[in-house]
């Protein structure tokens, strides 16, 4: 089954002690892309990667590392996890076509909470 | 980007007609418009996309004029389960913003 996968599903950390949520896709997408979800704001981009090795900011990154070493992986990295970056998160997928058509296929969220 | 203003939200009854209009003045010769659903703790779900005219699927229609400065996303006969948050994007290839989108709530 084609799909986007994200673990873990639920975190509850404290301030300041790293960690690493995995967004994984089957589709062989070049490209991924992060999104945190906050009431009232909609989705916001974090990250995006439109291929291997390489990643660009979106409208909401500081706070967050990633890495694309695979194209089929695409890590979200919290260094030092703050309590405002208690968010649900979204990892998207896609095949960028040429005639800009483009569909994007999220993964089920990773809910943070940060204490 | 080409932004977009959608209403917040919007209610109605099972069996009814839903048409969401989408404005966004100023989108590019290129860019395609596309709709996405999310229900509650879900990632959002591709419906719909169009560039000009009329596009129809088995879900939704898709309006767009000819002057492509808005569109209107219309659901058919919508029951309980249509009840989610409507989302128009327009252009942004690779960097993308959702907005608050349009919260669609069907009443028995």
């Known amino acids: 089954e084609a799909q986007v996968t994200q673990n873990p599903r639920y975190l509850i950390t404290v301030t300041g002690k790293k960690l690493t949520v995995t967004c994984s896709q089957n589709m062989n997408h070049e490209y991924m892309s992060w999104y945190r979800q906050d009431p009232g704001l909609g989705l916001r981009q974090i990250y995006y990667s439109m291929n291997v090795e390489v990643t660009d900011k979106g409208d909401v990154p500081e706070g967050y590392k990633v890495s694309r070493k695979e194209k089929r992986n695409f890590p979200l990295i919290l260094e030092s996890p703050s309590p405002n970056q208690t968010s649900l998160y979204f990892c998207a997928s896609m095949i960028p076509r040429s005639s800009g058509g483009d569909t994007q296929y999220f993964g089920p969220g990773t809910r943070l909470t940060v204490l | 980007l080409a932004k977009t203003t959608q209403p917040i939200s919007m209610d109605s009854y099972e069996g009814q007609e839903v048409n969401i209009t989408c404005s966004h003045n100023?989108?590019?010769?290129?860019?395609?418009i596309t709709w996405y659903q999310q229900f509650p703790s879900q990632g959002p779900r591709f419906i719909i996309q169009g560039y000009k005219t009329k596009v129809t699927n088995e879900v939704a229609s898709l309006f767009i004029p000819a002057d492509r400065k808005s569109s209107t996303l219309s659901l058919p006969r919508v029951s309980l389960s249509d009840t989610a948050v409507y989302y128009c994007?327009?252009?942004?290839?690779?960097?993308?913003?959702f907005g608050a989108g349009t919260t669609v709530t069907v009443r028995a």
């Open positions: 100023n989108i590019a010769t290129n860019d395609y």
């Open positions: 994007l327009v252009g942004g290839r690779y960097k993308l913003s």
